[in-house]
């Protein structure tokens, strides 16, 4: 079936730090690859997205390369804010027709100064 | 400005007294959806509709309806609700069907059945 894994959190940084959120899928077809945010109290906002193999994603300094061979989709970021805490879905978007999400179970991120 | 709108953002209730949640976006989306999101399990969708008076069911249905009569409108209605309901909904439009479409999101919706 169609799943989505992400490294269970919270992750907790201090400022400038580096960030990696792994993330691993299982999919049929060929599928788009999402990294969605959802800060305190705030409905999911897209972060970036790759449709195909190789693709890379990038958006407010986060960076994530679509990897058919490892099934991996990495969020990565250089150096971490306060601002950046909340938490991060990786989501797979399925092909043929259908308009749905699968979500994994999402990683809490805690930017300390 | 382009949003999702939901009501109430958080709602008790008791069982068995049926309710619903409202969701309108102003973005003339074609696809709309329902999600839940529980700890440990993501977002989970509940019922999607492709246009109006289509609709179909997600992953997680069982205890749910929805309608799609106008384009903007996507109600979800919980016609006897149950402690295990208890919950934070989502609900989510894009534009265009396929997986590599962004969905919008509105604010959430929590939800409390006693």
């Known amino acids: 079936g169609n799943s989505v894994t992400q490294m269970e959190g919270p992750v907790t940084l201090s400022e400038e730090a580096f960030l990696t959120i792994n993330c691993t899928y299982t999919a049929t077809g060929y599928p788009s690859l999402f990294w969605y945010v959802q800060y305190p109290g705030e409905g999911l906002q897209l972060l970036l997205k790759a449709t195909k193999a190789d693709d890379k994603g990038s958006n407010k300094g986060f960076e994530a390369t679509y990897r058919k061979e490892t099934t991996s989709f990495h969020l990565e970021k250089g150096s971490v804010q306060v601002s950046d805490s909340a938490v991060y879905f990786c989501a797979l978007g399925l092909s043929g027709g259908y308009n749905k999400l699968i979500f994994g179970a999402g990683t809490r991120l805690a930017v300390h100064p | 400005e382009a949003q999702v709108t939901q009501n109430p953002r958080y709602l008790i209730t008791v069982t068995g007294k049926k309710l619903t949640v409202t969701c309108s976006q102003n973005?003339?989306?074609?696809?709309m959806s329902w999600y839940r999101q529980d700890p440990g399990l993501g977002l989970r969708q509940i019922y999607y509709s492709m246009n109006v008076e289509v609709t179909d069911k997600g992953d997680v249905p069982e205890g749910y309806k929805v309608s799609r009569k106008e384009k903007r409108n996507f109600p979800l209605i919980l016609e006897s609700p149950s402690p295990n309901q208890t919950s934070l909904y989502f609900c989510?439009?894009?534009?265009?069907?396929?997986?590599?479409?962004?969905?919008?999101f509105g604010p959430g919706t929590r939800l409390t059945v006693t």
């Open positions: 973005m003339n989306h074609e696809y």
């Open positions: 989510a439009s894009s534009r265009r069907q396929g997986g590599g479409s962004e969905q919008y």
